[in-house]
């Protein structure tokens, strides 16, 4: 009797090892919502954790480096040969380094969600295998480094003593370009700070100089390169801060049509304000203007929070309003949804 027990137990013992093995694996957390100032070096130990532990939903390129020598990090979430694609910016001014964690957190958010999680009945899996989510979570980590620490914060101490000569206003927390002084968001195109609306500054500083000439920065050139690489982009998200808002226009009335569409829908997930930009036809030389001259598709700017930099406090809204956002925009735009192997 002693002798039979003893193999029941070890029977069943050995199922539940099986059992146990063919279990998906779960991960802790990766990204710490806790941070209260997300850094090039969270974001990068994130990507290399999550990439990782996620193999079948996350993969990275890297599109050049920034002035500092820090990587451009691009990711892909599913399949990199969807023929579709929606296209992410983020943290391409500085100070609003936030937007970063708020992606890098949505990002882990699919990935652990990535086998059991579904949108309206699709399968996350299948979803973005049908519509890669490319994102550049941090356009600008130079900056951010410097946002986040000075610019002590900064490597190159050639960099670092030109930098320190440059004006800045409210303090190094309100930095927005990278590390020669460069707002990025206006290195895209010409602007001579001549039109309408728009700030402008004539030399290397904390914000608005739009660089000696257009697409001067090595992390401008990161940006363009990845989106040429991706050859059916159904909209671009670009996610700054503040205000709480959606900017959008079209340099005609089908594209400001698109655009509308695509303000409206994400209006719909966020509960933001909406500004049609269109009137202002001053080339900034921002990503706006870029996309709708290069590509012509559907653009939008969100601006999440209330304050620069925005308060950390408000990352756990932001985040619980927008954890779905990449899924809804890639449900819009799918179409005929093919499943994955």
Known sequence: MKSISAKIFIAAAICLIFVLCQATPV??????????????????????????AYPDALHYKVFGKSCDGR???????????????????????????????????????YCKNYDTGSYIGTAYKDL????CIVIIPMVNPDGVAIATGGPSAINSSKLRKKLESMP????????????RGVDLNRNFGNYDGT???????????????????????????AVMTAMD????????????SMGRTIYYSGTDSQKLAACRDLAT?????????????????????????????????????????????????????IYSTHQLLFAKVADKYAGTIVKAQ
């Open 27 to 52: 991960h802790a957390d990766s990204v710490d919502s806790s941070d209260t100032a997300y850094t090039y070096g969270d974001m990068k130990q994130d990507i290399k954790e999550l990439t990782r």
């Open 71 to 109: 990587n451009i990090y691009c990711l892909y979430l599913g399949n990199r040969k969807a023929k579709k694609q929606i296209f992410v910016t983020a943290d391409m001014h500085a100070r609003e380094y936030i937007n970063a964690q708020l992606v890098m957190q949505c990002v882990e958010y």
């Open 128 to 131: 973005f295998h049908t519509v």
């Open 168 to 179: 800045v206003s409210g303090g190094y927390s309100n930095w927005q370009a990278n590390a």
């Open 195 to 221: 039109g309408s609306g728009g700030k402008y500054n004539t030399s290397p500083c904390y914000a608005y100089y739009g660089g000696s000439q257009k697409y001067s920065e090595p992390e401008t050139w």
């Open 229 to 240: 690489t991706c050859k059916n982009v159904k909209a671009y998200l670009n996610i700054h």
């Open 265 to 317: 829908f994400i209006q719909s997930i966020n509960g933001y304000s909406l500004v049609d930009e269109s009137a202002s036809t001053n080339d900034h030389g921002d990503l706006e203007h870029y996309i709708s001259k290069t590509y012509g598709k559907p653009y939008v700017c969100i601006e999440t929070g209330t304050s620069i930099p925005v308060a950390h406090w408000e990352l756990s809204g």
